[in-house]
T-cell receptor, first 115, second 114 residues
Framework: DADVTQTPRNRITKTGKRIMLECSQT?????MYWYRQDPGLGLRLIYYSFDVKDINKGEISDGYSVSRQAQAKFSLSLESAIPNQTALYFC??????????????FGPGTRLTVL | KNQVEQSPQSLIILEGKNCTLQ??????????LRWYKQDTGRGPVSLTI?????NTKSNGRYTATLDADTKQSSLHITASQLSDSASYICVVIDRGSTLGRLYFGRGTQLTVWP
């Protein structure tokens, strides 16, 4: 079984709708992250959480919110989706042991299309 | 401004041939550099991790080099296989924050033809 899972894997929605993307991990890591990837661009950090009570904004948090329901679960919400939020979204985890070996492990991604 | 630049943007090679991908960075202070492989529709998977004091690291047919003085890294793929077709992403981590901020390059899209 995959260590980091994301649901749904694909989602098509309309402008203005509320969308939630979910991430679960079985690696036992404390740190979890949400990134988005756009064609031709590098991954960009949306939000990150170092533990259940810790939530921090990344470089592109506007229009997004998150919830850390448990150590293993980290959800990303788009309160009112807009077309320029169409992208590939990745969840990642790390154990926080570092630097230098604070490696992040990525989920399979969710492809979101906002019409 | 902390940046990671990769070249070439895309590359096509024949199966069995070797290739080298380049990464230049301006991230400071430097902690470590990683190469990730991202298959189409999948999440990135780590290939190698190198700290400041390491100048080469191998993982099977993948060999990464690091020159921390010139802030350059390369990923050499030997005897390419069709399964090497993927995007290869250079990621540089700074040590200036508790986050260990990751800076991602845009990737090199490698296509291996039979």
């Amino acid at each position: 079984d995959a260590d980091v899972t994301q649901t749904p894997r694909n989602r098509i929605t309309k402008t203005g709708k509320r969308i939630m993307l979910e991430c679960s991990q079985t690696k036992g890591h404390d740190r979890m992250y949400w990134y988005r990837q756009d064609p031709g661009l590098g991954l960009r950090l949306i939000y990150y959480s170092f533990d259940v009570k810790d939530i921090n904004k990344g470089e592109i948090s506007d229009g997004y919110s998150v919830s850390r329901q448990a150590q293993a679960k980290f959800s990303l919400s788009l309160e009112s989706a807009i077309p320029n939020q169409t992208a590939l979204y990745f969840c990642a985890t790390s154990d926080g042991q570092g630097p230098p070996y604070n490696e992040q492990f990525f989920g399979p991604g969710t492809r979101l299309t906002v019409l | 401004k902390n940046q990671v630049e990769q070249s070439p943007q895309s590359l096509i090679i024949l199966e069995g041939k070797n290739c080298t991908l380049q990464c230049n960075y301006t991230v400071s202070p430097f902690s470590n550099l990683r190469w990730y492989k991202q298959d189409t529709g999948r999440g990135p998977v780590s290939l190698t991790i190198m700290t400041f004091s390491e100048n080469t690291k191998s993982n099977g047919r993948y060999t990464a080099t690091l020159d921390a003085d010139t802030k350059q890294s390369s990923l050499h793929i030997t005897a390419s296989q069709l399964s090497d077709s993927a995007s290869y992403i250079c990621v540089v981590i700074d040590r200036g924050s508790t986050l260990g901020r990751l800076y991602f390059g845009r990737g090199t899209q490698l296509t291996v033809w039979p």
